[in-house]
């Protein structure tokens, strides 16, 4: 059974600070994606991660994938309150997009 | 950018009528479309995959007798919640992906239906 697991599940941080939120999962898989998902909205697609080393950033947010290790990890840069949301990762797991998602890390940034 | 919708984006029924949403992908067409549910603070859980012109295939554990599943042509997939009771209040999201069995690197997802169930 393929598990999606992410840690910490919660985190307050301070504006200004860096952190990283990871993504473990249990079986193979060929894509590995993040999401954002703000307090009663849908998802909003962040990063795909395709392949072993890749690293995508986007703004204060930068993702990667280790695929040999099985985790991916999304780092926050200077944390701004805007960052505010439930971040999830997902894993692909028939190469058809179907998804599944760990439980999500609930970030809370104040100033 | 593609775009899916979902109608209606919030639903109140009372206990044992049926509740049909509808995922629709705007400008693209989409083979296979996704049933995610949603409860409160959770994460989401694939409820089953939706193929165009075939049946859907259920996760383990998703009734599919109790969530009827139409995917209809190419951009219109529906999910029937029948008899429903209030246990299946959720925030129901559909998805697409712009082909089916190609290494696309996005998948769109809709915006979500909240159901509660009275």
């Known amino acids: 059974e393929l598990k999606v697991e992410q840690n910490p599940l919660f985190l307050s941080m301070q504006e200004g600070k860096n952190y990283t939120i990871y993504c473990n999962y249990s079986?193979?898989?060929?894509?590995l994606y993040w999401y954002r998902q703000d307090p009663g909205k849908s998802l909003e697609s962040l990063f795909v991660?395709?392949?072993?080393?890749a690293v995508k950033q986007e703004g204060r947010l930068m993702a990667s994938l280790d695929t040999k290790a099985r985790l991916s990890t999304l780092h926050i840069t200077a944390a701004v309150h805007d960052l505010s949301a439930t971040y999830f990762c997902a894993v692909d797991i028939s190469g058809y997009n179907a998804l599944i998602f760990g439980k999500g890390t609930t970030l809370s940034v104040s100033s | 950018g593609a775009v899916v919708s979902q109608h209606p984006s919030r639903v109140i029924c009372k206990s044992g009528t049926s509740v049909k949403i509808e995922c629709r992908s705007l400008d693209f067409q989409a083979t296979t479309m996704f049933w995610y549910r949603q409860f409160p603070k959770k994460s989401l859980m694939l409820m089953a995959t939706s193929n165009e012109g075939s049946k859907a295939t259920y996760e383990q554990g998703v009734e599919k007798d109790k969530f009827l599943i139409n995917h209809a042509s190419l951009t219109l997939s529906t999910l029937t919640v029948t008899s429903a009771h209030p246990e299946d209040s959720s925030f129901y999201i559909c998805?697409?992906?712009?082909?089916?069995?190609?290494?696309?690197?996005?998948?769109?997802f809709g915006p979500g239906t909240r159901l509660t169930v009275l």
């Open positions: 079986t193979t898989s060929d894509r």
């Open positions: 998805s697409a992906s712009l082909l089916a069995g190609e290494s696309t690197d996005t998948q769109y």
């Open positions: 991660l395709l392949s072993n080393g």
